[in-house]
């Protein structure tokens, strides 16, 4: 069956410091991979996802990027945080019966 | 551009209710719209996938139903239970040739025992 990892659960993290999220998906190949972000009592936001490695597709302008340097693993990084950075993060994955599947998300806290 | 809504942003109901989620969309071209639950600092869980092809999908004491055409899904939770609060996310995907899925912004479910 099919598993995906997303870590570490909690983050706290200075203003100006780099940032890296890793997302790992298991028993599927050439999987689609997405980060979303969810602010504090708002809706799902898109920011990045792939169809394949090197493939990325960029949804928001903003200061973090997305890397896929092996098939099923998708990382999320910031040179220098911002507050506004703060937020719940999520990884998922769909494979072709489409349904999405979410990791158990990232708590960041930007100080 | 594809919005999604979900009509009320949050409800309570004493348990034992049978209750209705709105999810509307903008734009009838769709792939599949899918229904999830979120509970408080979790991921979330995908409850019912249903293509455009398909009028409702069932799971237990859920069902959801989708009229494409007026762009809208309703998700039905039958007999109620506090073990059912939680947020409850609608998200679709357009026809437009990618791989985006779009949410709403959730309906915070509270049943009360």
């Known amino acids: 069956s099919q598993t995906i990892h997303q870590w570490p659960a909690t983050l706290v993290q200075p203003v100006g410091s780099p940032l890296s999220l890793e997302c790992t998906v298991e028993?599927?190949?050439?999987?689609?991979l997405y980060w979303y972000r969810q602010a504090a009592g708002r809706g799902l936001q898109l920011l990045f996802y792939?169809?394949?490695?090197?493939?990325i597709s960029s949804e928001v302008p903003q200061n973090l990027s997305a890397s896929r340097p092996q098939d099923r693993q998708f990382i999320l990084s910031s040179k220098k945080l911002l507050l506004s950075d703060s937020g719940f993060y999520l990884c998922?994955?769909?494979?072709?019966?489409?349904?999405?599947?979410f990791g158990s998300g990232t708590q960041l806290s930007v100080l | 551009k594809q919005e999604v809504t979900q009509i009320p942003a949050a409800l309570s109901v004493p348990e034992g209710e049978n209750l209705v989620l709105n999810c509307s969309f903008t734009?009838?071209?769709?792939?599949?719209l899918q229904w999830f639950r979120q509970d408080p600092g979790k991921g979330l869980t995908s409850l019912l996938l249903i293509q455009s092809s398909q009028r409702e999908q069932t799971s237990g004491r859920l069902n959801a139903s989708l009229d494409k055409s007026s762009g809208r899904s309703t998700l039905y939770i039958a007999a109620s239970q506090p073990g059912d609060s939680a947020t409850y996310l609608c998200a679709v995907r357009s026809t437009s040739g990618t791989y985006k899925y779009i949410f709403g912004t959730g309906t915070r479910l509270k049943v009360l025992a």
């Open positions: 028993g599927t190949s050439n999987p689609n």
């Open positions: 998922a994955w769909s494979a072709q019966v489409e349904k999405l599947f």
């Open positions: 792939s169809v394949g490695i090197g493939q």
């Open positions: 734009d009838s071209a769709i792939y599949n």
